[in-house]
């Protein structure tokens, strides 16, 4: 079945630093999505990502639909300790009978004030 | 409004006993899905409802986990007998309809713990 490939697996970081995660495929997309989830909940959609080429910002959040529509990254700015959580990929092919998301295993941030 | 409600948060059972998980949705939301989360990983569909019908159900493993959703609304998953590999964070999620761009609104998950 289709994969997503997720990296890095985990990042430890200083406040205020930048962070990037991205994550590749061995098929395409036509839709690319980012969550993050944080302990005891479930994961919530950070930014949606429609066209190949694409780039979308949500306040500290940058993220890009790769040119080939097998990848995508995500860009945290100004890292702050409420950023802590695991980020997931997810595609999805929708049209037809079904629009099922596949994620990726998940990048764990953690944050150092 | 409030959001995707499920339980029990947490349970322990011995294996080849019996679990039931509940789900209720968002209000209106038509499209609702059950995954499997084991520890390290991200998300799996298991199965896929309009309303009640099931849309995909190709990832369940139908010898033990059934799941219906019988009044379009609510909704229970089912492991009988439970296995060790069961163990993992079961989350039902729900968006207004299938096709398309539509959000899933996610649950805050099921702990499931096989002993």
């Known amino acids: 079945g289709q994969q997503l490939n997720q990296s890095p697996q985990s990042m430890f970081i200083q406040e205020g630093e930048d962070v990037s995660m991205n994550c590749t495929s061995s098929s395409i997309f036509n839709t690319w999505l980012w969550y993050k989830q944080e302990p005891g909940e479930g994961p919530v959609l950070l930014i949606a990502?429609?066209?190949?080429?694409e780039l979308t910002s949500n306040g500290r959040l940058t993220a890009q639909f790769g040119i080939t529509r097998k990848d995508s990254f995500l860009n945290i700015s100004a890292s702050i300790p409420s950023d802590v959580g695991i980020y997931f990929c997810a595609g999805m092919n929708y049209g037809g009978s079904q629009g099922n998301l596949i994620f990726g295993k998940g990048t764990k941030l953690s944050v150092k004030p | 409004e409030a959001g995707v409600a499920q339980s029990p948060r947490y349970k322990i059972i011995e294996k080849r006993q019996s679990v039931a998980f509940w789900c209720n949705p968002i209000s209106g939301h038509a499209t609702l899905y059950w995954y499997q989360q084991i520890l390290g990983q991200g998300p799996k569909l298991l199965i896929q409802?309009?309303?009640?019908?099931?849309?995909?159900d190709s990832q369940l493993p139908k010898d033990r986990f059934s799941a219906e959703r019988l009044k379009g609304v609510d909704s229970t998953l089912k492991i009988q007998p439970a296995k060790l590999e069961d163990s993992a964070v079961y989350l039902c999620?729900?968006?207004?309809?299938?096709?398309?761009?539509?959000?899933?609104?996610f649950g805050p998950g099921t702990r499931l713990t096989v002993l």
């Open positions: 990502l429609y066209k190949a080429g």
């Open positions: 999620a729900s968006s207004t309809r299938w096709q398309g761009l539509n959000e899933q609104f």
């Open positions: 409802f309009q309303n009640n019908g099931v849309v995909d």
